[in-house]
Each structure stands twice: as C-alpha cells, then as structure tokens.
C-alpha cells in the first residue's frame, strides 16, 4: 500500500518529532512512495529475492547482526516505510516480529470528526505509550489520561520517580486489564453496538459510580458488571459459548501482557 495513494493529498502531513522504537513488523501496511516497485512482501518487482541488497540482508540477520533502524511513518495505527524496504522484507522472510525504527508520528488534516478522534488518539499514545484503548469518543482519551493522573501519585509511595508512561502501563494492567477482562463481547455486542471494550471499561465505571451513589457504598467493579448484565440479558447461545471463549480469551492477554486494541 501507498501512503500517498491512500491519502490522496499526498504527504504534507504533520509530522509530530521522530523517536526511536521498536515496532511490530505485522503493522507495516506499506511504503510511503514506492509502493508500485515493491511486491506485498517488500521485495523489489525487478528482481526479488535475488536483489543482492535483500540478500546480504538476509546474510546479515543470519549472522545476528545488528541492523540500522529503519525509518517509518505512522499514521492511523499502521506504518509506512520512507526507508528500509529491503530490511522489512528480510524481516518478513525471517519471520522476525520487531524492528528497530525511527518513527514520526503524523496528524491528519482534520477534515472529518474520524481524522480528529485519530490525532487525539495518536497524542494520548504518545504521552501514556499506550496503544491498546480503542475508543470511539475523543472525550474518552482525555478521562483516560485523568484516571491515570490520579493514579499515579498513588504509585509514587513505590516508585517515587514514576513517569507518566510508567503509571499508564501500571495502570492498564492493574486498573483496566481487570475489569475489560470480564466482559462478555457478545453480549456487549447486542446491548452497546457500536462500542468498543475500551468504551465499555467507562460504562462499568459510570453504572460503579451510580451504584455507589445509590446504595451509599462503595461498589466494586464486578458487582456493576454484575448490574450490567442483569439489565442486558444474554442470549442462550452467550451463556454456553461466550463463558468458553472468555476463558480462552483471558489465557492469551495473559501471555501477550493484555488485549490488543480494545
């Protein structure tokens, strides 16, 4: 895929300072201005895998060779190579899972609120390194970034030189990993349509809080899911697939560190 072709007024994108990362070689969508040349593996048309770059590439990563870092753009979630394309193809053939890359990091022209909701995305990851939450309402970033905020100087007492990023990643896995794990996608699916699991962690914490108000207690998580569910109630099929598929679900965010891109 082209950058240039799937942005159709070419690149006078807003390129946000580059930083040094390493990056899933799955979400390389494409090259930024030569596309055409490429085959989908990254191989040059002209010759493939006998170009003698690719080839002494492939030498190199054979030989445990530390490689330069390729250089990418990101935008939407998905990078596009401005240099390295014989790297990512050796990489592909490989099937190695990350490369190093100098990444910058693009805004979109905001001419639709889907171009806006991605840049208020793309600041939040920046600042909390969080790539994960998915949500549909850029306000939803925002209260993110507040809850994690207001956690962090409850990390201090550990940590006392915690950083933002720090806090965010211990907040994704002690505070919303717990309750996103719990929900039942399929039921959500028929009772909040169009909502991600990301959106769905403020609708358990909204219905805790209205709980807690009405009950005069404070109330935990699960019992608002707990209240969820018996205002939404599954279908049979949920009740007998979805407790098996949840499970199966929890055993793999367990190994990966979480779940991708809720």
Known sequence: F?????????????????RADSIPVARIKGS?????????????????????????????????ETLPPIDVYYLNREYYVIDGHHRVAA?????????????Q?????????ADHLANVRLRFERRTSLNRLDFTEPASYARALAEIQEYRPCQRQHTPEITTRQAA??????????????????????????????????????????LAQERCTPVTADEAIEDLAKSHPRPLTARVIRPLQRHARRAIWRMTGGPPAL
């Not at 592909?92 to 100098?102: G, P, Q, S």
């Not at 990091?105 to 609120?113: D, M, S, W």
């Not at 919303?176 to 914490?205: C, M, N, Q």
């Open 2 to 18: 082209s950058l240039i072709a799937e942005h159709s007024g070419g690149v006078p994108l807003n390129a946000l300072p580059p």
């Open 32 to 64: 930024v201005d030569k596309a055409n040349q490429l085959t989908p593996s990254f191989l040059p048309r002209a010759r493939k895998a006998q170009a003698p770059r690719f080839r002494a590439i492939m030498r190199a990563m054979s030989r445990g």
């Open 91 to 103: 990489a592909l053939a490989n099937d190695v899972k990350y490369l190093d890359a100098m990444v």
């Open 105 to 113: 990091e693009c805004l979109l022209p905001e001419k639709k609120p």
């Open 169 to 210: 990643r211990r907040w994704y896995r002690e505070v919303f990993v717990p309750i996103a794990e719990p929900l039942d996608l399929g039921a959500a699916a028929l009772a909040f349509p169009g909502r991600t699991v990301s959106d769905l962690y403020f609708v358990v914490r909204d219905r805790q809080a209205a």
